[in-house]
């Protein structure tokens, strides 16, 4: 007889003998997924036996996650900033410490009611882009990306949270061809250095879109990018906030400034520089 019991510790011995750690909780996660079946239940009624069909889809995304594909592709599904996304192999998996970058935001204009016009370059999932548009009603927002396949996801999530009117979706080359001003522009470019990317956990290194990840030998091409755009697109004003990697703000503090800009850090919630806030230097 196959039961939750019986099915939860065979594909816990699955996913811890692929490295993955918190394998049970994972298990119950993917479980209750396939089941509808709340947590409650699944512990307090262990012997409850499992319909054929319900079976075969657990072991196969159990079988996926083994694989090390990321628990966010497995479930169509992440939760950014209290909302969930839907997500796909064609998009990074948003992280928390990207929220910094709406926390930043929400500083930078603390009055929700302004009428904000947001570009998102590199859009994604659209994330950001979703997020502050949920907290500034009357804004209005546009999102770039390379990726049909992302502005899809992208599409799919302004809809899903009602966003659809007040967000454009654009398919493009980060700054270029876009006219501005912005008020509040958004980004969270690859920042990656080529070599290091095969150090990566295995979910990010095979999984996920190495395009939103490779930022060149030094991780700094697409910001040497999109900083030349970004004095013409940032209205009176606006402040800019572009996410970068551990170890990285020096130097893009440089560049930033040398692209006459004024320059502040934002830390994450682990203490990691991780936002870059960028406004016009007064004359």
Do not use: K
């Not at 999984?207 to 060149?216: K, N, Q, T």
């Amino acid at each position: 007889m196959t039961t939750i019991a019986r099915v939860l510790c065979a594909a816990t011995r699955r996913l811890r003998a692929a490295g993955i750690e918190g394998a049970r909780a994972e298990a119950r996660l993917l479980l209750r997924h396939v089941t509808g079946l709340p947590p409650e239940v699944l512990v307090a009624d262990r012997d409850r036996s499992l319909e054929a069909e319900a079976l075969g889809r657990f072991e196969a995304l159990v079988a996926r996650r083994a694989a090390r594909e990321p628990m966010a592709y497995v479930l169509g599904e992440r939760e950014f900033w209290s909302l969930p996304l839907t997500v796909g192999p064609g998009v990074l998996v948003p992280r928390p410490e990207t929220e910094t970058l709406v926390e930043a935001a929400l500083e930078a204009f603390p009055d929700r009611t302004v009428p904000l016009r947001i570009l998102d370059l590199g859009t994604g999932s659209g994330c950001l882009l979703v997020a502050l548009l949920r907290e500034y009603p009357n804004a209005v927002g546009v999102g770039v990306d390379r990726s049909a396949e992302a502005l899809g996801l992208a599409a799919d999530n302004a809809r899903r949270h009602g966003l659809a009117g007040r967000a454009l979706l654009v398919r493009g080359d980060w700054g270029r061809a876009l006219a501005g001003p912005f008020e509040l522009i958004v980004a969270n470019p690859p920042y990656v250095a080529s070599s290091e990317l095969a150090d990566l956990a295995p979910e990010v290194a095979r999984h996920e879109p190495r395009a939103a990840l490779d930022g060149g030998p030094d991780g700094l091409d697409a910001y040497r990018a999109i900083l030349p755009d970004l004095g013409r697109l940032l209205g009176p004003g606006g402040v800019a906030c572009l996410e970068i990697g551990a170890g990285q703000a020096a130097v893009l503090s440089v560049l930033a400034e040398a692209a006459d800009f004024r320059v502040a850090v934002r830390p994450d919630l682990a203490g990691i520089p991780r936002c870059l806030l960028l406004r016009h230097r007064t004359p």
